[in-house]
């Protein structure tokens, strides 16, 4: 399991001979000239970057799917294997004898032999997205395009990469060619009512993917990444749109059904005239096919904004 490429430079006493120098979360990593032949995604947006890039035969694990019936009920995910629901025990994980570990959140990688210094020093490679590094930026759309850069370097798919980050920037101009000179709806984002209406602030990724479909983020204004709000304050702000995570732990239906029951929400214009869009939990994540999700947000508000 001792690989040679993608080690953080801190850990390694060396450089591999003829190696390459990538950045992922402001550090420096090495590359040999070999890509990964035992590739592991702990998140489903992860793994659908990497199928994207034509990685799926060196795939042999997925784990983590958010999306309502993203595996279908079946021990595959795209063909490779689900080797845990959640995130998979260290001694799992081991087991598929990976040589590179990619992560979508943070908590992806835990502590001792499955955090990312644990990995490399059991000469295991890791990749985290750009947008779950620490102290990020919040050009997320940057993001997309370095992980794109990055990992398509790491499997030798630069063109493939390319083609990727070049289609996001055309759905993203196209996006913005229908946005009009009419004041943008507010829309407010509801990821999950399990244990209050957890929302993101002007901080996450949806403000961003809003804006570029040409609304506003209702709390836009709050600099924070995850917001939890009222019933009444959300009432107070009556958004023009609610824009419904639908996610294997909070599904869009059960969302709908509780704005509709509660005596507060459904008092909300968005719910009496059913002015509410479901999209996948996945791609409300800044990942390559969030310039088709802008897009597709921008033609259904620019319907709601007609009406």
Request: hydrophobic content about 45%; some cysteine; glycine content about 8%.
């Amino acid at each position: 399991m001792r690989a040679s490429w993608l080690l953080a430079s801190a850990l390694l006493c060396s450089t591999a001979a003829g190696a390459d120098s990538l950045r992922n979360c402001s550090e420096t990593w090495n590359t040999a000239q070999s890509p990964p032949s035992r590739i592991v995604a702990l998140n489903q947006h992860a793994a659908d970057l990497l199928l994207a890039l034509d990685a799926g035969p060196t795939l042999v694990g997925v784990a983590y799917l958010d999306d309502t019936h993203a595996g279908d009920g079946n021990a595959e995910y795209f063909g490779v294997p689900v080797i845990a629901q959640r995130y998979p025990s260290s001694e799992v994980l081991y087991a598929q004898k990976p040589d590179l570990v990619v992560g979508g959140f943070a908590t992806a990688f835990g502590d001792g032999v499955t955090s990312r210094s644990g990995l490399a020093r059991n000469g295991v490679g890791s990749y985290l997205l750009e947008a779950a590094c620490a102290g990020h930026s919040l050009d997320y759309f940057e993001h997309v395009r370095h992980d794109l850069h990055t990992l398509g370097t790491l499997l030798h798919k630069p063109q493939k990469a390319q083609q990727l980050s070049a289609a996001m920037d055309a759905d993203l101009a196209r996006a913005s060619a229908l946005i009009g000179a009419e004041k943008p709806l507010s829309v407010f984002y509801l990821d999950s009512e399990v244990n209050g209406l957890d929302s993101e602030g002007g901080r996450g990724f949806v403000t961003t993917l809003l804006a570029a479909a040409g609304a506003r983020n209702l709390f836009a204004g709050i600099n924070q990444y995850r917001v939890t709000v009222s019933r009444e304050t959300l009432l107070l702000g009556e958004p023009d749109v609610i824009l419904l995570a639908d996610a294997e732990w909070s599904p869009a239906w059960r969302k709908r059904q509780l704005l509709k029951n509660d005596p507060v929400l459904s008092r909300l214009r968005a719910v009496r005239e059913n002015r509410m869009i479901d999209i996948p939990f996945t791609h409300l994540l800044p990942t390559l096919n969030s310039g088709a999700v802008a897009l597709h947000l921008a033609r259904q508000l620019k319907a709601l904004n007609e009406n």
